[in-house]
């Protein structure tokens, strides 16, 4: 049986669909969406969180999701060491909920950024970019006001010493300000990846890229393993 | 302070100093347009009004800490300060 996926789903959720589309239909996994009220999180392999604006982003970007009663269970979960990946609001829930360091503020431009971004993979030694080559640049689209990346200088040279950057924004590409380039960060013990670019929209050519399918892969194969 | 009594607290959150705040430049601008001179800098924060009373066993201000430790500031980039005064009867 294929690993089951949870697509978690919050009030202002927008994303949902496509990460269910891509996981389910695209990649062929058992995956449903879980109500940001369930208390249980049992038989899942993976948790997936969308983009979106949970709680139409009152106080700051994922700031009362973080409350939602499945975040007790989310955490739970990547405290056991399970897959938890989250795209743009839902990358920034995570930053919220203290399970990824740093903050994601307004984009420097004041601007709502909605483009096809030019990424790097920064490190292809994670459980969540195993399928990519080094360096490998890829074209994700990214969709955002809230996406500039930010951690003291003494946080960043955690990030790197532990190899945390998972993606960067090509030079000369940062569409936010965020620091260092950074576009994608995982936690220390590599189990729990965000990141503002949206793999979940690049997963057919006829909507402009696939350059999002390994990421699934690599995930799903980081299961199987 | 008495649980008889109620409270009137006033939160202001503002970003850490090393934060960039772009819409408080962005004013800092608007301003500078308007043709006033001496301004120096702009930073937006953020102000809240709640009217409280202390709960058995917890002071006020501990539960306005933990308040504002867990939701409404981000202490990654922000820095909180409040103020706690009697509320008119």
Known sequence: ?225 | MTSSKNYKVTVYVTYKESVLDPQGQAVKGAISRMGYEGIDSVRIGKYFEIMAHPSDGTTLEETIDAICDKLLANPNMETYRYEIAEAQA
């Open chain 1, 1 to 225: 049986m294929s690993p089951r996926f949870a697509v978690i789903v919050f009030p202002g959720s927008n994303c949902d669909k496509d990460l269910l589309w891509g996981i389910k239909n695209i990649a062929g996994m058992n995956a449903e969406f879980v109500r940001h009220d369930a208390t249980d999180l049992s038989g899942f392999d993976a948790v997936l969180i969308p983009g979106g604006f949970s709680y139409g982003d009152y106080l700051r970007c994922g700031a009362i999701a973080r409350f939602s009663p499945v975040m007790n269970e989310v955490r739970r979960f990547a405290d056991e060491g399970k897959p938890v990946f989250g795209t743009c609001n839902g990358f920034q829930i995570l930053c919220e909920a203290g399970l990824l360091p740093g903050a994601l503020l307004r984009n420097t431009s004041l601007r709502f950024v909605c483009e096809t971004a030019q990424i790097e993979v920064a490190n292809n030694a994670t459980r969540f970019t195993s399928k990519y080559d080094p360096d490998q640049l890829l074209r994700l689209p990214v969709a955002h006001a809230e996406g500039r990346y930010t951690v003291t200088a003494e946080e960043l040279e955690q990030l790197k010493a532990n190899n945390q950057i998972a993606f960067r924004y090509a030079k000369g590409h940062n569409p936010n300000g965020s620091v260092d380039d950074i576009a994608g960060v995982t936690n220390k013990a590599g189990n729990v990846l965000g990141m503002m670019p949206h793999p979940e929209r690049a997963v057919e050519t006829l909507l402009g890229s696939d350059d999002g399918l390994p990421f699934f892969a690599s995930l799903i194969d980081s299961l199987a393993a």
